[in-house]
């Protein structure tokens, strides 16, 4: 019964004070968010039905969109600030940030 309640709970409190996920990470590849980087984000974020973004130094891109990544030429050690919002929001954050986290696979 306390466990029905709690989920109960949580979901009103979900969805009255549902606001966007936000995370700053630093792109730690060696290339940075050269063309190859980029087309893994913009198919990992193309997976998901929340809206995602990304900014840095001002400009805010649609992550699922590959030119808008590109665009932020973000380099190594560059700090991105991703933004999740939808269904699968926490999913999808963890996600990306373990993609950049992972060197996009790339292992430098």
């Not at 979901?11 to 990470?25: F, G, K, P």
């Not at 630093?26 to 290339?31: C, D, E, S």
């Not at 932020?72 to 999740?84: H, Q, R």
Request: aromatic share 6%; no cysteine; glycine share 8%.
């Amino acid at each position: 019964m306390r466990l029905s309640s709690f989920f109960f709970h949580n979901n009103i409190t979900r969805a009255s004070d549902h606001h966007m996920l936000q995370q700053e990470t630093t792109i730690v590849n060696k290339l940075g968010l050269h063309a190859r980087a980029s087309a893994k984000l913009t198919q990992l974020a193309g997976n998901y039905q929340s809206e995602i973004w990304m900014s840095r130094n001002g400009r805010r891109i649609n992550a699922k969109s590959i030119m808008g990544v590109m665009m932020l030429a973000a380099g190594i050690g560059s700090t991105v600030l991703i933004e999740t919002e939808g269904a699968d929001e926490k999913e999808a954050m963890d996600a990306l940030l373990k993609l950049i986290a992972d060197k996009f696979g790339e292992g430098q």
